[in-house]
Each structure stands twice: as C-alpha cells, then as structure tokens.
C-alpha cells in the first residue's frame, strides 16, 4: 500500500482537476469613519438559527459568508459573490464591509459577543474572549474547502493497493495535510495580506511591517504548548480529546489549525467513517478584490494542492511539521519585500506543479498561474503584501480600507435590481434568488437557461420556474394563460368584460375577416406570445394592404392570430397573488419630451442613460430603439430623428406600451381604485391561477367598476409576469413582489 508518486501512475486523460470547493468569509460591519458598527446583525437576513449562508462569526459585528458546495472554483467564487452581494445591500447603506483582515482601530468595549440564542455556542464565546482577549477575535480570513473528486479518488484507489477506500481516503488526506503544513510558508509569502495592526491593537507589537501578522505567532492561535500530531489519524484524534478534556481547549473546533479535517461531527468519527474534505484556513483577506479572494489564487491553491499529493509525504511529520511552522512564522514576520530564507526552498514545488501541468496536460492557464508565482519569487513587490505597502500611510491602512470598502459598496449597489454574477439569468428569477438567499433558504439552480430553481428549507421543498411558476399553480393553468383564446373564453363564462374577435389559422382565412372590419378600430395579434412581439394596433380603420401587413406579422410569431376590436383607454396591469391584488403598473408606450435644446435622437439618448435600462429583459426598462416603427410613428407626427424637440411636446415613438419595446413603467398602486383590484383578482380566481399579470383597460379610471358596470375590458392574462417591472419603475415607489411569494411558499419561516 502507498500514497506517494501516485500521480504519476495515472493515466493522463485521468479528472486531476475534478473536485468540489467551498469558501467561508469572514468580514467586520464598521462605520462610514471605521468604527466597529454597533448595529445588531441585520433583521433582513432572517434566523442565524438556520441561515445556511450569512451568519455571524465571534462578534456580532462580524460577517461569516459561507458558501454552498460547488463543483468548480469558478463557480464557488461566483457564489461567494451572490452572497456577498446579497450582504452588502442588506447591511445598513451607512455601514461597510471591512476588506481587511487586521481590524481598524478598536476597543475591547466597542466588541459584542454575537447575540446568539444557541446557550451552548454563547457559552463558547464567552470561554474565548475570557482565554483570548475579544480584539484577537477580530481577525478575519477566509477558509478554502475543498474535497477530491469521486472520480479521482477511485482511479488513485485503484492504483494504491489499499484495500479500503475509506482508509485509503484517510491516509490520502492525511498527507494532504501534513505536506500542506509543510509547505505553507508558500501561501504566506503569497497571500499574505495583514502588514500592521492598527494602534493599540496588541500590547507589544512587531517594531517593522511584516507579511502576515495573522498567520504567525500574532495571530488567532492556540496557546503554545498544544501541539496536535499529525503522524497518524489516531495521534490527530487522541490529542485533540486529551487537550478537551484537560480543558486546555473548551471544544475540538478550538483546535486552530491551519488545515482542519472535516466531514464528521466528532474527530472520532473519522477513524470509523473517514475524512471527508479538507479545510484551510491560512487566507488573509486580499483587499484588492471584492470578494476578498481572486480566481487566480483559488485555482493557484487547487494546483498548488495537487503539486502536494504529487511530492512524497513527509517522514519523520512531527519533527519536520514543527520545523514548517517556525519556518512559516519567520516567513509571515518577515518585512514584506525581504526575500524568502535559504531554507524556504521552492524548487520541489516548482517542479511539482510543472509535473502535474505536464503529466495531465492541463491547459494553458495553469502554466500562466505557475509563472505568476515564480514571478512573485522573483520580485515580492508582486506578493500581496509587497501591493499593500504603497498604500500604508504613517503605519496606518484606515484610508485604504475605507476607500476599498466604499468601492465595493457602490459597487454592490450599481444595478441594484440583478444578482452579480447572474446576470444573463432572466431578471425576475433573479430577484427570487437574491430574496431567497437573503430570507436564509437553500437554493440551487437546477437549469441556468430555463431559469429553474430548487428552494427548500429543511424538509419542506419547492420548484420554481421564471420565478413566479410554483406548485401552488394547477398544470393546465399556465397553459390556458398562454392561451388567448382560452383565456377569454373562460373569461366570458364567467361574465367578465373581454374584447369580441376572431382567430384565424392562416393569412387568406384571415384575409377573408377584412369586409366586416374594414371601418372598425382592431388589434391584431398572436394567440400565445408575449413581450408585445407580433402586435399591430390600428385606431383608425386599416387599408387592406396595412391590414395584410398586421397578419404576416403576427404569423411570424405564431401559428395562430387574433383579430379583436380596439378598446380605447388605458391600459394597466394587475398582478396578482393568491387572489390578492399586490401591485398595478401603468405601462406609457416608448416616448420622449422636449426640453427646446435637444433633438429626438438626443432625448432618447438621454432617456437611455437611465441605469435602469438595458437589453434583453435583464434590466427593469429596456432600451428605446430608433428603429423602422419607431421612425414611422415619429414621421406619423410631423418630426424627424434629429428636429429639435419642443420643450413640453412629447412624441410618441409606439403605439404599443410593452416595457419589452421601450416604454415606460409607472407604479399606480396606491392611487388605482380598490374596485378594480378586487376586478382584477377576481379574474384570476376564474381562471384558476395562484399568481397572474391582468391587463385591463381601463376609460375612466375616476369611475368605480362595478358587477354591472366594469368600466373596463380585460385583454389578457399573462401567467409568466415580469414581477421586475413592478418593483423598479420609471415612476413611482414599486412594489416588491419576490418577497411575497416566498413568504406564501414558506410561510413557515415568518
């Protein structure tokens, strides 16, 4: 049996690269000046009972970020940034995210144990701040998780000669770990990343700037004379239960480590039910990015990794293990452009890595990360430490750390309607999952492109598609919806006002319906479209050759096409929500003002400039086009794309009132009568549908709809409405709807 030169028995086609990752980060709530907030742990991220995501570390100042389990590093990244996001517009606008590790200037007093409901982990607390002061707990990191692949771990079984795969899976992770502590002083001259302690922060400092205070002697470690074996499982095991019950650690989690096994719930558990993935927890916070760590020091460490599990495992561990540390101690201590010491030899890990790369055939990219890091060798000015000291100023990093924290809060805050990082998602599943995450439910994106989650919150699970299509909706429902026809039949049934027309399979039978509207207002539209794709509306009767027009238009969209009468009003729309009317929407069609100074294509150059607007539906508005139909419509009004506007005139440039074709969202909630919002819901009950968009025109919105008297005709129910046009609007406060809808899935959870 053996776990060394492993690596280099496989095959290269082998999944080298197949794993699963996850990031904790850890991060302080300060002051506009960088004051320790003193704000409780914000309401809007619900329970730290249950939140899967968002909790509270040592303090209740203090963020912990915790990401679900990814299949890439990409991926984990890109779900740190969602959660991270989510964090950021959830705190206080006048409190940031502190993007260092070392804390800004603080008192022991201005730090509050977090207020936990959980007596035991209070207790814990308590216990840590008495043993190790509560400034030492300020400092925070991030921890990489990371658990070899299925695939991976059963070609490396196969070739070891173990018998047992959760033995092999134990010896394989524990020279992981023992050559990680080996060779970590890498990570610190790296990644280091905590130079100074502000003033005050520890009674007697290091007199120069060093690399990391947090990963040497100065940082949140264990006292010294616990010293934990790693030459076997059973050493690792016993020594940690010997120093909980001698209570030289109050707990087996007061172990420090900077690598940690987890997967069990008892360090026992792992003899009997093996090791499932490693923890390391060496990371300063990189102040540089966002997310407090980059995409190439993840896959640096992912490479850095496998160069590990390609080098011989250490043989006399605990000599050489505590040789490593003092090493990595004089390394982080060191001052940041000081080049690494004799002993510190990388050339084995150089070479490793560029085995690896080269036995597996890996791409391009980690070549390019192996040469950044013999640059960094080469020259510490590019270490993250060497980065940070032109930005030290007189021994203080405060200004640096205000200024990164307030860029990455306007940044969190620049189109504060998508999810960074999903983006390309539609925008209303979107906002789902930004409440989702923030609420504290679990969430997993079943399918990108067709916008479907899973949300469940302990055994309790939910579908949702496009982030209104739930369980709570019959099947046939939505299709009835999609359904014009359908949909006014059902209507009419039930006595509610629709428009009268016909529906037409082809462009002759369609044709053939042109004697009895030749002198009526019409629209002409598809059967089962949206987005206001395919609609022609004429106010005034159509020439036949118009008339053709309109259908070869809306067939181009469908199969089937309506012809119905023109109803003159108003138009709004409704949503509804479990027969409860939760929002109505005055859609204006795509238009311009005049200010007397600025030509037509200027104003709608200006009107697009609004953040709010963009492409594709992955904004609130879209942006106004100067296409055929809009210069058609202008030319319709007497003006051309570059006449000076009038100040006060406003031009129409559609007919149509889509949001999805550049028109403008008005939230009318509040003023709109509650008659026509009862209406409105009531339409929806008839149908049969929880949630629903209802598009009602409306005359005279002044007059009060009655049984008898509407005052109004339906012309469409929509069973996919875009719940964003309603909370960020043109005009008006918005109405947040994705909060409402979880809150009627999970009603448990309020």
């Given amino acids: 049996m053996t776990i060394d030169r492993l690596l280099e028995k496989l095959d290269p086609a082998s999944p080298i690269l197949q794993a699963t990752f996850g990031l904790e980060r850890e991060s302080l709530r300060v002051t506009e000046t960088g004051k320790m907030a003193q704000t409780p742990h914000p309401n809007c991220l619900g329970s730290r009972n249950f939140h899967p995501y968002i909790q509270t570390d040592f303090s209740e100042q203090q963020l912990e970020l915790i990401t679900p ?29 502190w993007p260092l590790s070392m804390p800004p200037q603080i008192q022991e007093d201005e730090i509050e144990i ?24 300020t400092i925070s990191g991030i921890h990489y998780n990371i658990e070899l692949g299925k695939d991976l771990m059963t070609v490396l079984f196969e070739v070891s000669g173990f018998e047992s795969l959760k033995d092999f899976k134990n010896a394989l992770y524990l020279k992981l770990a023992r050559n990680f502590l080996r ?23 290091p007199e120069a700037l060093v690399r990391s205070l947090r990963n040497s002697h100065y940082g949140y470690a264990n006292e010294e004379h616990v010293h934990v074996s790693f030459s076997s499982l059973e050493s690792y095991v016993s020594d940690i239960e010997s120093y909980v019950k001698s209570g030289d650690l109050s707990a087996e989690k007061e172990f420090y480590s900077p690598v940690r096994f987890r997967g069990q719930k008892r360090n026992r558990d792992y003899l009997e039910q093996g090791i499932t993935y490693l923890e390391l927890r060496c990371f300063d916070l990189n102040p540089f990015d966002v997310l407090g760590i980059s995409q190439e020091t993840l896959d640096t460490v992912h490479l850095f990794l496998l160069a590990l599990l390609w080098l011989d495992d250490v043989t006399d561990s605990d000599e050489q293990l505590q040789a490593a540390y003092a090493l990595n101690d004089a390394i982080a201590l060191a001052p940041p452009l000081t080049p690494l010491p004799a002993d510190a030899d990388s050339s084995l890990l150089l070479q490793a890595m560029e085995h690896v790369i080269q036995h597996f055939n890996l791409s391009d990219a980690y070549r390019q990360l192996l040469a950044q890091v013999k640059a960094a060798l080469a020259d510490p000015k590019l270490t993250l430490a060497g980065q940070l000291l032109p930005h030290i100023e007189k021994n203080f990093l405060l200004a640096f750390g205000l200024a990164k924290a307030r860029e990455y809060r306007d940044y969190a805050w620049t189109a504060p309607y998508a999810l960074k990082g999903y983006e390309k998602m539609e925008l209303s599943t979107q906002m789902l999952m930004f409440d989702a995450l923030q609420k504290g439910l679990h969430l997993e994106i079943l399918d990108e492109n067709d916008q479907f989650l899973k949300l469940w919150h302990g055994p309790h699970v939910e579908y949702v598609k496009n982030g209104n299509m739930t369980s709570k909706d019959n099947y046939v429902i939505p299709l009835a919806m999609a359904n014009k026809t359908v949909t006014k039949k059902i209507l009419a049934a039930a006595d509610f006002p629709v428009p009268a027309g016909s529906e037409f399979s082809s462009l002759e039978e369609g044709l053939t319906y042109y004697p009895l509207i030749k002198d009526r207002q019409i629209v002409v539209k598809p059967k089962s479209t949206n987005f206001g794709l395919g609609i022609s509306i004429f106010q005034e009767p159509a020439s036949l050759e118009s008339y053709r027009k309109a259908l070869e238009i809306a067939f181009s969209e469908d199969a089937a096409v309506l012809v119905e009468e023109f109803i003159a009003g108003t138009e709004y729309r409704f949503f509804v929500l479990d027969g409860q009317c939760e929002a109505v929407l005055l859609r204006v069609a795509a238009n311009v003002v005049g200010d007397g100074q600025h030509t037509v294509r200027e104003l709608v150059a200006i009107k697009n400039d609004n953040p709010l607007r963009g492409r594709d539906h992955r904004s609130p508005l879209e942006i106004i086009e100067l296409g055929d139909i809009e210069l058609l419509m202008l030319d319709q009004q007497g003006y051309g794309p570059d006449d000076i506007l009038p100040a006060g005139v406003k031009v129409d440039l559609r007919r149509n009132s889509n949001i999805s074709t550049g028109g403008d969202s008005i939230d009318v909630t509040d003023s709109m009568h509650p008659s026509y919002k009862e209406l409105a819901a009531d339409m929806a009950k008839a ?43 043109a005009e008006g406060p918005g109405q947040s709807i994705t909060p409402k809808i979880l809150a009627k899935l999970f009603s448990e959870m309020d």
Wanted: with cysteine; proline share 5%; aromatic share 10%.
């Fill in 114 to 137: 977090a207020h936990l409901e959980n007596a035991y982990d209070l207790r814990y607390r308590q216990g840590l701040a008495e043993k190790y002061g509560k400034r030492l707990q």
């Fill in 183 to 205: 060779f970590r002083w890498l990570l610190t001259y790296l990644y280091g990343a905590t130079p100074l302690a502000e003033a005050g922060f520890y009674d007697n400092p």
């Fill in 69 to 97: 389990i990814a299949p890439s590093t990409r991926e984990v990244r890109r779900l740190l940034g969602a959660i991270t996001d989510v964090t950021e517009r959830s705190i206080s606008r006048e409190e940031l995210m």
């Fill in 687 to 729: 149908m049969g549908a929880w949630t629903c968009g209802v598009d009602l025109i409306i005359p005279d919105s002044s007059a009060i709809s009655t049984k008898e008297n509407p005052n109004c005709t339906c012309i469409e129910l929509n069973f996919n409405p875009s719940m964003y046009m309603h909370t960020y609007c």
